[in-house]
C-alpha cells in the first residue's frame, strides 16, 4: 500500500480529519488522527495490518507486542497477519510503569515485534519493549500504522511504518487558522456517524 492509499483509508472512516482542532496538548493543530476510528472496522484493520505484516514478515519475529490501549487492536491483528501470537503491556495506575500482565510471559531470545497504531514521541511502545528486553526477549523491531515522528531515530531497532504522516501544530497565538477566523472544534465533535 501506498502512503497516499493508507491515509485515503483513515480519512475515509474520519480517522483523519482535516479543519481547525484544538488537540488535548491546548495546541491547535490542522489535522487530527485518530486510529480507533478506522480500527473500529475489522476489515479495514485486517487489510492495513496485512499490508505492515510484509514489511515486517522479513525480522521474523515470533511474537507482536503492543501498548495498551493504543495498540491493542493493531498489535492482534498484525500478530493474525503473520501467524503469531500477541501480548501487551498496561501501565500500573499507582506506579506509572508499563508491565506484562493477566499471564503473559515471554522467553529469553524470543523474537518480539512491538507495534502502535500511531508513533509520535515513541514513548508507549518504547517502556512496552523495554519491559520484555528486561525479561531476555529480542526486540528485533518498532512498528506502526503512521508515523508522525518526523522521520527520527527514536528507537535502538529497525522501525517499520505503513505510512507516515507530519501533522503541524501551533500555539494559540501563532496558529494561522485563528488568523484566519476559522472556528476551532475539539477533536471528534466534527464525526459524523
Ligand atoms: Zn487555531
Redesign the pocket.
Known sequence: MTNDEVLKIYEETQALLKG?F?LSSGR?SDRYLQSALVLQYPDKAEKLCRALGEKVSPLKPQTVLSPAMGGLFVGHELARALGIRHVFTERNKDTDAMELRRGFSVQPGERVFAVEDIITTGKSVRESYQVVRAMGAEVVGVGCLIDRSGGENIFDVPVKYLASLKVES?D?KD?P??KQG?P?VKPGSRAKF
Open positions: 481547525h484544538r491547535h501551533w494559540e496558529c487558522l485563528c476559522i476551532v
